[in-house]
């Protein structure tokens, strides 16, 4: 169908040039390059004629010209999904985390609730700088951008640390300082 539509676009370009060419100019015009002088090549009533099939083939090249645009649009991207610095993972104490998505400009918005962030939400809010983040806490981030596909929805889920696992020893029998028997002689 594209295609279609593409070559009936090209043969509507070409008629209105060549009907545009054609028509009556109030001076000899381009008609007197090929020796037509001052005189119409299809007769007195051409003019209106000529006219009419002009105002139809303008109508239709800017017909096609708005469908071409729209149905030749390029796909819009989408913004990529939003990236936290520091990068999830288990944490002690407070933390301070930013996040960002391509294209710049584009504007993010998250939840620290559990639920998915949606634009015009009651939990979702407009991040700005930084977002304070507790242990056990998960950020949910979307990117949004003019013009754009809405990202993935980013997640980061910050833990809390818990104290590494000291190695112990394995259990043996402590050994008896006593002094061991003495065989029998």
Not at 4 to 29: D, E, H, M, S, Y
Not at 85 to 99: N, S
Not at 124 to 133: C, H
Not at 152 to 163: D, I, K, N, R, S
Request: charged share 15%; net charge positive.
């Amino acid at each position: 169908m594209d295609t279609f539509l593409a070559t009936v676009f090209l043969i509507i370009c070409i008629l209105l040039i060549l009907v545009v060419l054609l028509q009556k100019g109030r001076g000899v015009g381009l008609g007197g390059a090929f020796g037509g002088g001052g005189h119409s090549a299809f007769g007195t009533r051409t003019g209106d004629v000529f006219t009419w099939v002009t105002i139809v083939v303008v109508t239709l090249f800017l017909l096609l010209s708005v469908v071409l645009t729209l149905n030749f649009r390029p796909p819009t991207e989408r913004v990529e999904t939003p990236m936290f610095d520091p990068p999830p993972g288990p944490i002690a104490e407070p933390q301070l985390v930013r996040m960002a998505c391509r294209p710049r400009g584009a504007k993010i918005f998250y939840t620290v609730d559990g639920s998915t962030p949606a634009r015009g939400s009651q939990t979702t809010l407009e991040y700005d700088v930084r977002v304070r983040v507790t242990p056990g806490m998960t950020i949910k981030a979307i990117g949004h951008h003019r013009g754009w596909k809405p990202s993935q929805v980013g997640v980061a889920a910050y833990p809390l640390q818990t104290a590494p696992a000291t190695a112990s020893a394995p259990a043996t029998v402590p050994a008896s300082t006593a002094p061991a028997s003495a065989p029998a002689r």
